[in-house]
């Protein structure tokens, strides 16, 4: 079983900026792509950014030159960096990570419970 815990939500006004943190602990032999979703009430979740264990990135247009995804492997962790933060971006993000227990394996989705955003005008 692998264990996702997320850290940096909170309140920010318009402009501001957050970090956000998950760690990934737990039985597996790697990680492959980690990521960030989120999901606004009343909305489906969506992918903000991901990131792949050679660093390859991938992120929303909607938060392209805002947003920032890094991660450390050594520390199986990955960090997204907020900038310029809208009131748009206000929602639940959910960490992501898909795993394997053997090179040889698929690998497999897990979710962290998710941290709150929430961006004030």
């Known amino acids: 079983q692998v264990q996702l815990v997320e850290s940096g939500g909170g309140l920010v006004q318009a402009g501001g900026s957050l970090r956000l943190s998950c760690a990934a602990s737990?039985?597996?032999?790697?990680?492959?792509?980690m990521g960030w979703y989120r999901q606004a009430p009343g909305k489906q979740r969506e992918l903000v950014a991901d990131?792949?264990?050679?660093?390859?990135?991938n992120l929303a247009d909607s938060v392209k030159g805002r947003f920032t995804i890094s991660r450390d492997n050594a520390k199986n962790t990955v960090f997204l960096q907020m900038n310029s933060l809208k009131v748009e971006d206000t929602a639940v993000y959910y960490c992501?990570?898909?795993?394997?227990?053997?090179?040889?394996?698929?690998?497999?989705?897990?979710w962290g419970k998710g941290t709150l955003v929430t961006v004030s005008s």
């Open positions: 992501n990570a898909k795993t394997r227990i053997a090179f040889w394996r698929d690998p497999q989705d897990y």
């Open positions: 990131i792949g264990r050679g660093g390859s990135t």
């Open positions: 737990g039985r597996f032999f790697s990680i492959d792509a």
